[in-house]
């Protein structure tokens, strides 16, 4: 049973133009998430990070929405560029007592075009 | 600042032998974490060391053991190797909070291959 989903395995995006990655997650008790990005041969390095008592982060070119009630969040990319083709992976943890784990979804693969 | 570390970068086995990972965790880190990435698939955890012992385990047999060092660093251990062992074995490293961990960062990983 997957708790984090990323049902899109790859999106194509025009240089310039918006880039949303979503992700899905059924674990009510999820309450920080986060997105990484990966290259090949390469670690997934950290983008950015939202907490559940938050519905909105912003970090640069970067934003990340989480809808709570939807157990839905998104990673908007404005405007994209060549190099942030890569491998996107959302991932969610809880910060209950025991559990510090992160869950991952499958990724989403991003080719912006030049 | 260095990051994450890990060795080797690749590594060539056979079937039920043994194999040890390494990792040194980011600078003034105190948490590491392993995680299996086999192809297509996300990052699946394995378990979290603090403080020298095994804090939480994911859903991984005996064979796959861990240790962590006075100086933070840790190692994966892996017996038996099975062909479904191949994979990239990624290290996290994190600090502590009060209200639970800080972000996870990632190393480059090590490529496991299991002839």
């Known amino acids: 049973d997957q708790q984090v989903k990323q049902n899109s395995p790859s999106l194509s995006v025009q240089e310039g133009r918006i880039s949303i990655l979503n992700c899905d997650y059924t674990?009510?008790?999820?309450?920080?998430f986060l997105w990484y990005k990966k290259y090949p041969a390469e670690g997934p390095t950290f983008l950015i990070s939202?907490?559940?008592?938050?519905d909105k982060n912003e970090d640069g070119r970067f934003t990340v929405f989480l809808n709570k009630s939807a157990k839905h969040l998104s990673l908007h990319i404005v405007p994209s560029q060549p190099g942030d083709s890569a491998v996107y992976f959302c991932?969610?943890?809880?910060?209950?007592?025991?559990?510090?784990?992160?869950?991952f979804g499958k990724g989403t693969k991003l080719s912006v075009i030049p | 600042d260095a990051g994450v570390t890990q060795s080797p970068t690749h590594l060539i086995k056979t079937r039920g032998q043994q194999v040890t990972l390494r990792c040194s965790p980011k600078?003034?880190?105190?948490?590491v974490s392993w995680y299996q990435q086999a192809l297509g698939q996300g990052p699946q955890f394995i378990f979290q060391?603090?403080?020298?012992?095994?804090?939480q385990r994911g859903n991984f047999p005996d064979r796959f053991s861990g240790h962590q060092f006075p100086n933070y660093s840790s190692e994966l251990n892996v017996n038996a190797l099975l062909l479904g062992d191949s994979a990239l074995y990624l290290c996290?490293?994190?600090?502590?909070?009060?209200?639970?961990?800080?972000?996870?960062?990632f190393g480059p990983g090590t490529r496991l291959t299991v002839l």
């Open positions: 996290a490293s994190s600090l502590l909070l009060s209200g639970g961990t800080d972000t996870q960062y």
């Open positions: 674990n009510s008790m999820f309450d920080y």
């Open positions: 939202i907490s559940s008592i938050k």
């Open positions: 991932a969610a943890s809880y910060s209950g007592a025991g559990s510090y784990q992160l869950t």
């Open positions: 600078s003034g880190h105190d948490t």
């Open positions: 060391y603090y403080e020298e012992e095994e804090r």
